[in-house]
T-cell receptor, first 112, second 119 residues
Framework: SQTIHQWPATLVQPVGSPLSLECTVE??????LYWYRQAAGRGLQLLFY??????ISSEVPQNLSASRPQDRQFILSSKKLLLSDSGFYLC???????????FGPGTRLTVT | AQKITQTQPGMFVQEKEAVTLDCTYDTSDQSYGLFWYKQPSSGEMIFLIYQGSYDEQNATEGRYSLNFQKARKSANLVISASQLGDSAMYFC????????????????FGTGTRLTIIP
């Protein structure tokens, strides 16, 4: 069965510091991968998606970036965090033509 | 314009009663998919049910069913015989375009409904 991991689970970072969140998927190959952000009390907003290694599409302009160095690894990064980057970050995977997107456990980021 | 609208920010329902969570959507695509997710306090998003725009029958998964009314652009979630463990946030989401196209499984989410089951 497929499993999706995210770490860290929680993170508190000062404004201006860098960020690296990691997502890995097990039990499948060539998945579509997605980063979503959920602000407090809000729905999810798609940030990035990737259909393959090195292929990244950005949905929302911001100071975040994403990379996919391996087939089942998806990384969300920032060089300098802003207060507005606080939120709950969820990674998801899906297979084109397959069932719905499945989400990881999430990372709760607080920028102070 | 909002693509997914959930008009009920919160609902309180007695245990064992059925509950309907409303969702309306807006799209000009002929092919699309509608999803419901449950988010408990732990934060993880749990996939509940899916309805394709060309599916003729309403989707069902155990106690969950999706009341799909295409002409009205609504996709309400019905939970039968509610349980205390059903207390959570519920999100309706939509994927526009055909499912088999790479990269188009991007989901647009509503703002959610917080469901509380009362014992």
């Amino acid at each position: 069965s497929q499993t999706i991991h995210q770490w860290p689970a929680t993170l508190v970072q000062p404004v201006g510091s860098p960020l690296s969140l990691e997502c890995t998927v097990e039990g499948t190959s060539n998945p579509n991968l997605y980063w979503y952000r959920q602000a407090a009390g809000r729905g999810l907003q798609l940030l990035f998606y990737s259909v393959g290694i090195g292929q990244i599409s950005s949905e929302v302009p911001q100071n975040l970036s994403a990379s996919r160095p391996q087939d089942r690894q998806f990384i969300l990064s920032s060089k300098k965090l802003l207060l507005s980057d606080s939120g709950f970050y969820l990674c998801a995977w899906g297979r084109a033509g397959g069932p719905s997107s499945y989400f990881g456990p999430g990372t709760r980021l607080t920028v102070t | 314009a909002q693509k997914i609208t959930q008009t009920q920010p919160g609902m309180f329902v007695q245990e064992k009663e059925a509950v309907t969570l409303d969702c309306t959507y807006d799209t000009s695509d002929q092919s699309y998919g509608l999803f419901w997710y449950k988010q408990p306090s732990s934060g993880e998003m749990i996939f509940l049910i899916y309805q394709g725009s060309y599916d003729e029958q309403n989707a069902t998964e155990g106690r969950y069913s999706l009341n799909f009314q295409k002409a009205r652009k609504s996709a309400n979630l019905v939970i039968s015989a509610s349980q205390l463990g059903d207390s959570a946030m519920y999100f309706c989401a939509m994927r526009e375009g055909r499912r088999i196209n790479f990269g188009n499984e991007k989901l647009t989410f509503g703002t959610g409904t917080r469901l509380t089951i009362i014992p």
